[in-house]
């Protein structure tokens, strides 16, 4: 049975991997944080199969210690603050979890199992401004956010561990990609939780910002496959992975509300405190290298996404819980 370390395992993608992995027959390992209050919920229908340890990727001892006892054939760096406008107002460890946090890891692996395979969880952020749209493995990188900087900080240590080490590590470079245990604060999930409010008579509007704002949004599960799929290979690649289509936040709107027989337009308020500055270039994907190398293909289309994340909370509801666990 081969043995999978995932950090940020409790977190939407992090669920969904290890979901996959146990499938798969793997041994999976989560990292999670000693907190005052660490919430499982992603987890609890699997968490018995499970094998959680504590530890911290700003604690180079604690990763030593689990590498060193597991020896993982692979290990997935999932762990990071996710939400991009936070990291203006905590920087500081924004850049400790998502950079430094990464090279702490590749120290690990490299100092007591040589031999693990390494995925490094990466971002379109790292493309931040761009130039030109759509966007690819050569294109160039200018991120523009605290978030961004540190994502990409962990990229090129990646691959200067690769190339000076010969580690297998591994980047996905990871467009927008979404699910029903998405955090309230993204925007896909505060829509699909309001259609299910207003849908039970909880609520009777739901306040926005710019509806023409466009993403390259994806399924979360989807996505962790093509995690695994890039440690499947010969050699090591750093890959874009996203869907190569682009949706506004209308398209969303329509589409969840639509999945309850409701008309978006009766019900969304534009409120200009949540209107951002426009893109001057579209941050869109070119997955042309993941859909021919690792032979990946989104399976759950956009519309479906938005059905999926509006069933999900009207479950929620009708059971009484009015929120799912933020990340």
Sequence with gaps: MPTALVTGVTGQDGSYLAEFLLEKGYQVVGLVRRTSTISYERLRHIQSHL???QGDLLDQSSL?????????????NL??????PASWGQPVITGEVAGLGVTRLLEAIRHHCPT???YQASSSEIFGKPLSAPQNEATPFRPRTPYGVSKLYGYWIAVNYRDQYNLFAASGILYNHESPRRG???VTRKIANGVARIKMGLDRELRLG????????GYAGDYVRAMWLMLQQDAPQDFVIGSG???????????AFGSVGLDYRQYVVVDPRFVRPP?????????ARANTILDWHPEVSFERLAQLMVEADLHELSQGAANLPRE
């Design 245 to 255: 289509a682009v949706h506004s936040v209308r398209q969303f709107c329509e589409a």
């Design 79 to 84: 762990a990071a603050q996710s939400f991009v």
């Design 279 to 287: 893109e001057a270039v579209q941050l869109i994907s070119d997955p």
């Design 116 to 118: 693990a395979r390494f």
């Design 210 to 217: 710019d509806l023409d704002a466009r993403r390259d949004w």
């Design 64 to 76: 030593d210690d689990l590498i060193r006892q597991y020896q993982p054939r692979e290990v997935y």
């Design 51 to 53: 094998i959680l340890e």
């Design 184 to 186: 309230l604060e993204f």
